[in-house]
């Protein structure tokens, strides 16, 4: 079985701080991960994924994501949240004997100016 | 590409009413997923296809609800007949083959909210 989990329902930071959102996955293989960005009325929006190689991960915005094996993690990160990072994110998996991917609840990011 | 497209963006219905939602995935794409989002149960997996055959509709809620895919750019989701707590956004997303490796991820359209009143 494949599930992720996202301890926190809303995150919230300053504008021009370090932002964090967590995410804890289990698998029985090696994972696929991924993340999601929905914006008000949007749909999900992919902002980066980890398949192989560098356990860091830059995607689209500004935002990169490590993945951590033995801590089974792969947490959001941003050096300096703008405003307009606020939105709903979502960290998703994939263990790779699946087709399908399992998604987390979803963690709300407010960034205040 | 323009993308999965969902139409329509907004439905109001009345209650009792047949809703038909649609679905065009990106062409090329061998899965197609139905979402449902809401408040209290968030982002829920309700059927998926690949190249056109349902695979788990292990997510539909209930027998009103019901989804095809003709083929391999149309996919629709009905519910007969709609009651208020079917009011949701509903998204379609598609996706390749996992076996096609490192391009994996899902595609997700813009969604349709809808509202039974």
């Known amino acids: 079985a494949q599930s992720v989990a996202q301890p926190e329902d809303q995150v919230n930071v300053a504008e021009g701080n370090p932002l964090t959102v967590k995410c804890t996955y289990s698998?029985?293989?090696?994972?696929?991960l991924f993340w999601y960005v929905q914006y008000p009325n949007r749909g999900l929006q992919f902002l980066l994924k980890?398949?192989?190689?560098?356990?860091l991960v830059k995607g689209s915005y500004g935002f990169e994501a490590e993945f951590n094996k033995s801590q089974t993690s792969f947490h959001l990160k941003k050096p300096s949240a703008l405003v307009s990072d606020s939105a709903l994110y979502f960290c998703?998996?994939?263990?790779?004997?699946?087709?399908?991917?399992?998604f987390g609840k979803g963690t709300m990011l407010l960034v205040s100016p | 590409d323009a993308g999965v497209i969902q139409s329509p963006r907004h439905e109001v219905t009345e209650m009792g009413q047949e809703v038909t939602l649609r679905c065009k995935p990106i062409s090329g794409h061998d899965y197609l997923f139905w979402y449902r989002q809401t408040m209290m149960r968030g982002l829920e997996l309700l059927i998926y296809?690949?190249?056109?055959?349902?695979?788990?509709d292990s997510g539909m809620p209930e027998d009103r609800f019901s989804a095809k895919m003709p083929n391999a750019s149309f996919s629709t989701l009905k519910i007969q007949p709609s009651e208020p707590r079917d009011s949701a956004v509903y998204f379609c997303?598609?996706?390749?083959?996992?076996?096609?490796?490192?391009?994996?991820?899902?595609?997700f359209g813009s969604g349709t909210r809808l509202t039974v009143v």
């Open positions: 998703a998996v994939r263990d790779r004997g699946y087709s399908t991917l399992t």
């Open positions: 980890y398949i192989t190689g560098d356990n």
């Open positions: 698998v029985s293989g090696n994972p696929y």
């Open positions: 296809f690949n190249n056109n055959v349902p695979i788990d």
């Open positions: 997303a598609s996706s390749l083959s996992p076996r096609q490796g490192p391009n994996y991820g899902y595609t």
